[in-house]
C-alpha cells in the first residue's frame, strides 16, 4: 500500500549539511513509524534514526546524536533526515524504512524500504 522514495543525497565536503527527504504513497502514512538506516559498502545496514507514529518521540544512534535530526510532516507523507556537520564516516547509502511495529531501532522491524540514496562526504 506504501511506497517509499528518498532523495536530496549527494556529494557534500566534511562539515557541511545536507537533508534527505523521504516519500511516502499511500493513504496510511500517519499510522507507521520510519527510520532511516545507513549501509557502507562491505558493512551491515546500520540504524539511524526512528520517529513516532506521532513525531513526538526520536531515537537516534550515538554516532548521530547532536549533529542528526529526523522529522515528519504527515500532511506531506514525507519524514526528512537534517544532517549537519558531517563526517566522512557518515558516507553511505541511506534508507528510509517503515513500519507498523515498535521496536524502531532495529532493522528487522521494517516492512518496507525505499531505494536509498547515496551521501558521500568528502575530506
Avoid: H
Avoid at 502514512?29 to 513526538?56: C, D, H, L, N, Y
Avoid at 515528519?72 to 533526515?81: H, I, Q
Avoid at 515498535?102 to 531505494?115: A, I, K, T, V
Amino acid at each position: 500500500q506504501v511506497t517509499l522514495v528518498e532523495s536530496g543525497g549527494g556529494l557534500v565536503q566534511a562539515g557541511g549539511s545536507l537533508r534527505l527527504s523521504c516519500a511516502a504513497s499511500g493513504r496510511t502514512f500517519s499510522s507507521i513509524a520510519m527510520g532511516w538506516f545507513r549501509q557502507a559498502p562491505g558493512k551491515e545496514r546500520e540504524f539511524v534514526t526512528a520517529i513516532s507514529r506521532s513525531g513526538i518521540i526520536l531515537y537516534y544512534a550515538d554516532s548521530v546524536k547532536g549533529r542528526f535530526t529526523i522529522s515528519r510532516d504527515n500532511a506531506k507523507n514525507t519524514v526528512y533526515l537534517q544532517m549537519n556537520s558531517l563526517k566522512p564516516e557518515d558516507t553511505a547509502v541511506y534508507y528510509c524504512a517503515a513500519t507498523r511495529g515498535d521496536s524502531l531501532r532495529s532493522r528487522y522491524e521494517y516492512d518496507l524500504w525505499g531505494q536509498g540514496t547515496q551521501v558521500t562526504v568528502s575530506s
